[in-house]
């Protein structure tokens, strides 16, 4: 463990016998992940959240090891199934309130199939999708996220596929929020998360990351501010925008807002109207 003198004021909700961290330098995980946790702390100091009603998932990939990060009731769980758990546990125990906290690979990939199902369902469950467009931690291999044409290591020719825009694809689900953001819009991080949490129903919050190390290797742009700077230059933030406007497309434009904002019956409402549980 590193000492300190210096204190932080999320320092109560991080597991600092864990500094440092393995995420590389430069890497936008730790900058998501800590605007998520001061949305968590301002919540908490307004009395409108209680830290241990929060159960934090990950799933596998370099974002999944936030997990281990948190002072908090946490669970790491097998590729693709932070969403299985999360909605698991709060179907046992309604009083938690689940976030998920995972990468593209897991949500959008491997834990597709249930991402669609909750979604349907207005699961009352809080996902943040941290979209570095690879899978990082098992070195570089094709994401549904990978832009078309982007090498990746089981793409040498480039990657023929075009992607998947999964915030836009949630849009035809009748789910309570989407939103997207990028690691360059901190208080917007913060600000959604924050707002997502007082909500119910299912709620997605996709923030497209940086990855120097992979991604950034993969477009030949290793260095860290380099990246944060295209990335800002492309993640273009739109007020209320149209489904014909959204684009996800890294040479041109990936479009950034609220997408959806409504509150409908999240599925325990449900359970409740048809007389599964009390009212
Ligand atoms: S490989 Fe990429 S996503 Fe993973 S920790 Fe390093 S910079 Fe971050």
Known sequence: MVKSKYSHPIDDLLRLDRVPYTWCPGCGIGIILHHTLRAIKELESEGKINRDKILFVTGIGCTGRAAGLVKLDAAHVLHGRAIPFAVGAMLANPSLIPIVFSGDGDIAGIGGNHLLHAARRNMDIL??????????LTGGQLAPTTPYKV??????YGNPEPPIDTAK??????VNYIARWSVTHLTKIKDSVKYALTKRGFRFIE????????????????????????LRKIAKTRIKPSFGDIKYDWNSEITCGVFVD???????DRLKEIGVTKK
């Open 262 to 268: 409504r509150d409908d019956p999240g599925y325990f």
């Open 127 to 136: 996902v943040i999708m941290v979209n570095n467009f690879t899978y990082a």
């Open 151 to 156: 090498y990746s290591t089981t793409t040498p």
């Open 169 to 174: 694809a949630l849009m035809a689900l009748d």
């Open 207 to 230: 923030v497209i990351s940086v990855c120097p190390e992979i991604f950034g290797r993969h477009i030949g742009i290793r260095d860290p501010y380099q990246l944060y700077v295209t």
